[in-house]
């Protein structure tokens, strides 16, 4: 058995990994396919510097991602209560649903944060009341709010 080499991925490359891995392939592909076709390059000494220099780099990206995402929860939590007006028929029911586009609007209005909405999780809104609303900032990151539905 041969020796595998190791090398810096310059492209993604299915099967084996996304640009800025390191990989260990078998010599034959690294020499006849990924290096000519420049998809990868020969790991160095300087390379594996580069290589921890963007993973630390990337780790306090994340890291302050992280931290924005959690002072962005702390305002939309002192906050607390958002109001949204529907139009009421019998019994206090509402016309439609509150959706998760007007309460994005709503925190956009009051708070100038946006807010993606994909993120927003809403119980089944059909009547006039106070409901709980999580709002995801970050994958670590969940706030909660109170959603007040009046009549128009």
């Given at each position: 058995?041969?020796k595998r080499?190791?090398?810096?991925?310059?492209?993604?490359?299915?099967?084996?990994?996304?640009?800025?891995?390191l990989?260990?392939?078998?010599?034959?592909?690294?020499?006849?396919y990924?290096?000519?076709?420049?998809?990868?390059?020969?790991?160095?000494?300087?390379?594996?510097?580069?290589?921890?220099?963007?993973?630390?780099?990337?780790?306090?990206?994340?890291?302050?991602?992280?931290e924005?995402a959690?002072?962005?929860?702390?305002?939309?939590?002192?906050i607390?209560?958002?109001?949204?007006?529907?139009?009421?028929?019998?019994?206090?029911?509402i016309?439609?649903?509150?959706?998760?586009r007007?309460?994005?609007?709503?925190?956009?209005?009051?708070?100038?944060?946006?807010v993606?909405?994909?993120?927003?999780t809403?119980?089944?809104?059909?009547?006039?009341?106070?409901?709980?609303v999580?709002?995801?900032?970050?994958?670590?990151?969940?706030?909660?709010?109170?959603?007040?539905?009046?009549?128009?």
């Open positions: 058995m041969s080499v190791p090398l810096l991925l310059n492209k993604d490359v299915k099967k084996l990994g996304k640009a800025g891995d990989v260990e392939v078998a010599p034959g592909y690294a020499r006849n990924l290096l000519p076709q420049g998809m990868a390059y020969r790991v160095t000494p300087g390379v594996l510097k580069q290589v921890e220099r963007r993973k630390e780099e990337e780790r306090k990206r994340i890291l302050a991602e992280k924005a959690k002072s962005r929860k702390t305002a939309l939590e002192t607390g209560r958002f109001t949204i007006a529907k139009r009421v028929g019998e019994g206090e029911a016309f439609g649903t509150v959706t998760d007007e309460v994005a609007e709503v925190i956009l209005k009051i708070t100038s944060q946006e993606d909405r994909r993120g927003i809403l119980p089944d809104i059909s009547k006039l009341g106070f409901y709980k999580q709002i995801k900032l970050h994958p670590e990151v969940t706030a909660e709010v109170e959603i007040q539905v009046v009549a128009e």
